[in-house]
Structures are given as C-alpha cells and as structure tokens.
C-alpha cells in the first residue's frame, strides 16, 4: 500500500516568508509525528497527533512553529516567518498505535528539504 | 529522561567483513529500541525493534541487534556488509506513554569495496 507521503520534496524561500508543509499519512494510521532533521541538531520531535487528543506540542521550537491535522488524516506543519536557523529537513511519520504506550513502529516519509535563504 | 549514543559517526568496513555500530541508551524505565535505516534523500525505515520479550532481535536485510540492559547497549550487527547497505542508520529510544522517539545522532556505514 502507499506510505506516508510528504510535499513539497524541497521548498527555497526567503528569511520571514511564511511556509506550509504537507503531510498525508498512511490510511488508517491514528498517529501522526513530525521531526525535524538538521545538521546541528540531528533529529528532533516536533509535535505529535493522535486521534481527536490534543496534541502534544512539546518539542516546537517556538511560537513560529504550528501544525493542524484535519479530519483525522492530513496534516500541514506552517512556520511563520522563517530564520535561517529553520533550514533543515522536515520528517513526517505515522502508526496505527495500535496500543497505548511508545512501541509501534513510526514509518517515515521522504522529508520536505526546507532553505531560507 | 531518555537519550541515546551511538559512538562513531563514521563507520567504514570491507564489503563481506562484520557490521557493527553502537548504541547506549539512557532510560530510568524499560525502554523500547529502535534501529532505522535511511538511504540518502529518503525517509527512515525500520531495520527492527526491541520491546519485550527475546533479547536478541532480528531485522530486515541480514541485520540484529542485542538488547542487553546491563551494559545499557542495542547494538547492531551484521556478519558481512554489502556495498547496499552504506547508508546512515539511527539508534531510537522510546518508553510506554511516550509520543515520540528519541534519536542518536547516526553512524554513516561506508563500505569499501
């Protein structure tokens, strides 16, 4: 079946432009994540959404940073004006979480490359 | 809190010679492990994992990987590497209840030919 898919594969903007990253999850997966992939930084949670929860926010770096998903299924990640210090790979993933607690497996999508010039 | 190592970001081994990349984690409850892999412009995928059970876990393309709390290890082998399997591999941390993954910085595997 088709995996998680991410668009835009790579997205150049100018430092304090706004951007929208899309996610769409792989059907039926209640669980939905992103990452971000940096050299300084490697891998770091972003936000998490699980089902009709409120989701859980604690790794967004700043009040730029906001993500929705809607209807249970897509979700798009906004950074408002974006700092050079955002340039970096966006990772979203999804799992069924098919029991409460940490083991499921998370499959990941390409990424959305991020540059602010 | 939860944390990972893996020591050495660069690993190189001769194509049919033994994989092995380190993993120590940090966690005050049992964890659950996590090695994926990730070929160059793509998203991560699962090599295998570690929640209960067997400690010796066995993954996809000829890997495993030891959970053995003692020494606070999930390290990664493979008895003879193929020129497929250069890419970057990234030892993961989580615990029941948590949300999401705690990530080591990656081990990039170079095989020579």
């Known amino acids: 079946g088709a995996g998680v898919s991410q668009s835009p594969s790579n997205k150049v903007t100018e430092k304090g432009k706004d951007v929208e990253l899309r996610c769409d999850p792989i059907?039926?997966?209640?669980?939905l994540y992103w990452y971000r992939q940096s050299l300084g930084q490697g891998l770091e949670f972003l936000i998490y959404?699980?089902?009709?929860?409120?989701?859980?926010k604690s790794g967004l770096p700043s009040d730029r940073f906001s993500a929705e998903r809607t209807g249970g299924s897509v979700s798009t990640l906004t950074i408002q004006r974006t700092q050079q210090e955002d340039s970096a790979v966006y990772l979203c993933?999804?799992?069924?979480?098919?029991?409460?607690?940490?083991?499921?497996?998370?499959?990941f999508g390409p990424g959305t490359r991020l540059t602010v010039l | 809190a939860q944390s990972v190592t893996q020591l050495g970001s660069h690993v190189s081994v001769s194509e049919g010679a033994l994989v092995l990349l380190r993993c120590n984690y940090s966690?005050?409850?049992?964890?659950?492990l996590f090695w994926y892999v990730q070929y160059p412009n793509q998203g991560l995928q699962l090599l295998l994992k570690?929640?209960?059970?067997?400690?010796l876990v066995k993954g996809i393309n000829g890997f495993e990987a030891e959970f053995k709390k003692s020494e606070t290890s999930f390290h990664l082998t493979k008895p003879s590497a193929h020129m497929s399997d250069a890419a970057e591999y990234f030892c993961?941390?989580?615990?029941?209840?948590?949300?999401?993954?705690?990530f080591g910085t990656g081990t990039r595997l170079t095989v020579i030919p």
């Open positions: 993961a941390v989580t615990r029941t209840g948590a949300n999401n993954l705690f």
């Open positions: 959404f699980q089902g009709n929860s409120a989701p859980d």
């Open positions: 966690s005050s409850v049992p964890p659950y």
């Open positions: 570690y929640t209960t059970g067997a400690t």
């Open positions: 993933a999804s799992s069924p979480r098919l029991v409460a607690g940490g083991s499921d497996t998370q499959y």
């Open positions: 059907s039926g997966h209640t669980a």
